[in-house]
DNA sequence: TGACGTCAAGATCCG
DNA sequence: CGGATCTTGACGTCA
């Protein structure tokens, strides 16, 4: 089981990827983006594989405007020594990528412009993971679209469209059910006939059920029967409801014993599993760690490294209790570590606690800094201290502090971030 | 006609 | 002027 995350990562340097509005297009400007947006998707290859994680989804923000006349570069040829180099360190590590475009990519609409622009949108998903020399394994992820007041017309008109598209796309195809129109069981239905695999979604299935009930290990076992061996491992994508937002949100963070429920229930499947969930890779990282045969402490402790200053400034108690966790260097005790973990972070900020955790990344300047340094840290302590503010500016200013003085250890830490 | 979802760009405000 | 915060954009469907 390979366990992944989507697009874009939390507190990984030099990885953001940029845009800019239409009416601001230019050749220049695309090529200046793109280039970018390449080199970030090459540090965030990098960043999985130095994190051993296996599975990712690269966003459709890739290359800004690729599916719209737009941008009518040749963007393969001009970028090729960047994609091929991104995509050889894809094959030669093993991972396997992927593709989604979102909710205005409809191809069953009965409006002939809006099928013909989510043609072009596949045909640019297809060219980004040909471009890096990708196999077919490496899918691109659909929604069917609308109903139109008829459902089954609707479903013709999607398997026809399907059947029309560029073979590039065609073999890359992947439908996945939704959470308001189109269930698992229809979605089965439509990649039966088009022979095409089927990807489960564990919460839009909650949300919009099938008439035949099932559990989701009964219903990934049913999607199972549609991967061909061609198609590579079965992929279904898991994420937990946020119970602040309405049915359908994402959670901000996998509640990683609610996550081990449901892989005990698919332990016998060789699945992979894609995460959707606000914190992204460190979601990927936590539940990796948790299913993972390698059992070293040493994971936990680079884990340690990132959060430690965020579960200080939430929680000292739960900083002694991870400390007193991770003494032991024979044991793994995972479970334990991010439950601990998601409890702090979840604790109300306290200033006194606040302060304290600021103190001790401060620790790593106080030697180095210089007077002005020293006093504007100091009047921003006062300033968070006095009551009139968050503790962002304090944040920010020690993270000034970090890049100025190159200290790598901070630079990776989370508490920058939240 | 606005809500839906998502992110960064752009715009504006503030000290 | 820099930094913080608010608004817009880009997409299609549905109530």
């Not at 044991?331 to 001790?360: D, V």
């Amino acid at each position: 089981m390979s366990i992944g995350y989507a697009c874009l990562t939390i507190g990984v340097r030099d990885t953001d990827f940029k845009s800019c509005m239409l009416k601001n297009v230019s050749e220049a400007k695309l090529i200046e983006l793109i280039g970018h947006n390449l080199h970030s998707l090459e540090k965030v290859i990098d960043y999985n594989l130095a994190n051993r994680i296996n599975l990712f989804r690269i966003s459709s923000d890739l290359i800004p405007f690729g599916s719209s006349p737009a941008n009518p570069l040749p963007w393969e040829e001009i970028f090729s020594a960047q994609l091929q180099q991104i995509g050889l360190k894809i094959k030669q590590s093993g991972m396997r990528v992927s593709m989604h475009p979102g909710q205005y990519t409809v191809l069953n609409s009965p409006d002939a412009g809006v099928v013909s622009r989510a043609m072009e949108d596949l045909t640019y998903h297809a060219r980004v993971l040909d471009s890096l020399g990708t196999d077919v394994k490496h899918k691109i992820v659909l929604h069917i679209g609308g109903v139109y007041n008829d459902k089954e017309k609707a479903i013709n008109r999607f398997i026809s469209h399907c059947r029309q598209l560029d073979p590039a796309v065609k073999r890359r195809l992947v439908p996945e059910n939704d959470d308001r129109s189109y269930s698992i069981e229809e979605v089965l239905e439509i990649g039966t006939r088009l022979k095409a695999p089927v990807v489960f979604d564990n919460l839009h299935h909650a949300i919009n059920p099938s008439a035949d009930k099932m559990s989701d290990a009964d219903w990934i076992k049913q999607c199972q029967k549609t991967w061909q061996s061609g198609d590579g491992r079965q992929k279904i994508h898991y994420s937990q409801q946020n119970k602040e937002k309405k049915p359908g949100s994402h959670s901000d963070t996998i509640e990683i014993n609610e996550f081990m429920h449901f892989y005990d229930s698919v332990a016998g499947d060789n699945l992979d599993v894609m995460l959707e969930v606000k914190d992204k890779n460190l979601s990927a990282l936590k539940c990796i760690n948790c299913t993972a045969a390698d059992k070293s402490i040493k994971y936990l402790e680079k884990e340690w490294s990132r959060y430690k200053y965020t579960v200080l400034e939430r929680s000292p108690a739960a900083y002694q209790e991870i400390r007193r966790l991770l003494r032991i260097k024979t044991e793994y005790p995972a479970l334990a570590f991010y439950t601990t973990l998601e409890a702090a972070l979840q604790s109300p900020l306290e200033t006194g606690h606040a302060i304290n955790a600021a103190q001790h990344v401060w620790g790593y300047f106080k030697d180095v800094a210089t007077a002005n340094e020293k006093e504007t840290f100091l009047k921003n302590i006062n300033h968070y201290q006095s009551g009139n503010t968050g503790n962002g500016s304090l944040k920010k200013y020690l993270w000034k502090m970090a890049v100025k003085y190159r200290c790598s250890y901070l630079l990776d830490a989370y508490y920058f971030i939240f």
